[in-house]
T-cell receptor, first 115, second 109 residues
Framework: EPEVTQTPSHQVTQMGQEVILRCVPI?????FYWYRQILGQKVEFLVSFYNNEISEKSEIFDDQFSVERPDGSNFTLKIRSTKLEDSAMYFC?????????????FGPGTRLTVL | RKEVEQDPGPFNVPEGATVAFNCTYS??????FFWYRQDCRKEPKLLMS???SGNEDGRFTAQLNRASQYISLLIRDSKLSDSATYLCVVTSTGNQFYFGTGTSLTVIP
């Protein structure tokens, strides 16, 4: 069964450093998402991406964040200058088609720890 | 105002019990509704979509009440493996999905 994959599973970085989190969505999916989940808190939407551009983004997704689909298979989330409060689990998700009623499939997540 | 609200629990129930979770959403334009389950430190996994007419999948039944902006999940004959956090998820556009805080369930032997 196809699945969303994410690398690395755990990333430790120093405050102020740039990190890139990588995701490979399911191959015939067209819509891609990033979420974060701070430990003990709810899953929070960051950004959605379709047709090589951002469809929607939340207030969390400020100028420090960017997304890219560099090669038709990978989908990356870059945090330019990490802060302590960026420590969280970051989940990538993909969805086969747009419109309503079509569920998302999540990757296993990348645990980001900012020291 | 929270987009999606759930009772966080925890719910501790014996094996074989029936348990129900509720969820309310604030945006009346919401179009799609889902229940996901999340095990500790794992990704959310789809449990079931919620349809207007209500739907059932084995021991799980989901209901939607658009007038009251309310979604429910009923689990019958609880198993130990049902222990998890259950997430209510709502979207209006299909581009932004709102998660509830989740309801924690522990099924006790």
């Amino acid at each position: 069964e196809p699945e969303v994959t994410q690398t690395p599973s755990h990333q430790v970085t120093q405050m102020g450093q740039e990190v890139i989190l990588r995701c490979v969505p399911i191959s015939n999916h067209l819509y891609f998402y990033w979420y974060r989940q701070i430990l003990g808190q709810k899953v929070e939407f960051l950004v959605s991406f379709y047709n090589n551009e951002i469809s929607e983004k939340s207030e969390i997704f400020d100028d420090q964040f960017s997304v890219e689909r560099p090669d038709g298979s990978n989908f990356t989330l870059k945090i330019r200058s990490t802060k302590l409060e960026d420590s969280a689990m970051y989940f990538c998700a993909s969805r086969r088609r747009g419109g309503t009623g079509n569920e998302q499939f999540f990757g296993p997540g990348t645990r980001l720890t900012v020291l | 105002r929270k987009e999606v609200e759930q009772d966080p629990g925890p719910f501790n129930v014996p094996e074989g019990a029936t348990v129900a979770f509720n969820c309310t959403y604030s945006n009346s334009a919401s179009q799609s509704f889902f229940w996901y389950r999340q095990d500790c430190r794992k990704e959310p996994k789809l449990l079931m979509s919620v349809y207007s007419s209500g739907n059932e999948d084995g021991r799980f039944t989901a209901q939607l009440n658009r007038a009251s902006q309310y979604i429910s999940l009923l689990i019958r004959d609880s198993k130990l493996s049902d222990s998890a956090t259950y997430l209510c998820v709502v979207t209006s556009t299909g581009n932004q999905f709102y998660f509830g805080t989740g309801t924690s369930l522990t099924v006790i032997p």
